[in-house]
């Protein structure tokens, strides 16, 4: 996708919103995310409704990658090879089929080698 930079892994979202200083390289670039990553911090059993709304408000400014037919069997093949979680495998192919940089600090994607990887260490 152009002129975004970032893809972020659920993850790093959550140390995004917390200020952790791991994503300080990362606060001034064009964010993207999947709709994985959405449905994983909305349905938080535990989220309050003030976390709830930072993170719509979050969501809101950034760039929604949605599951697309290329993202969908990219997801096939990925989850067939490394053999990753259905999530994970849907978020791999998104950064993948975007050419997008994906921010993790899950090392589980390091697998993946076709992911443009870049490991954040909280």
């Known amino acids: 996708m152009i002129g975004i930079d970032y893809l972020l892994d659920t993850n790093a979202i959550l140390y995004f919103l917390s200020g952790n200083e791991c994503m300080e ?15 994983e911090l909305l349905s ?33 093949q990925i989850r067939k090879k490394y053999n990753i979680k259905l999530p994970d495998a849907i978020i791999a192919a998104s950064a993948i089929e975007n050419n997008l940089v994906f921010l993790t600090a899950d090392l589980g994607f390091a697998k993946v080698k076709e992911l443009k990887l870049e490991l954040i260490k909280p």
Do not use: C, H, Q, W
């Open 25 to 39: 390289p990362y606060v001034s670039g064009k964010i993207a995310y999947s709709i994985i990553s959405e449905m």
């Open 44 to 76: 938080y059993t535990k989220i309050s409704y003030d976390e709830e709304e930072i993170i719509k408000r979050f969501l809101k400014k950034n760039i929604s990658v949605s599951i697309s037919e290329e993202v969908k069997k990219r997801t096939i």
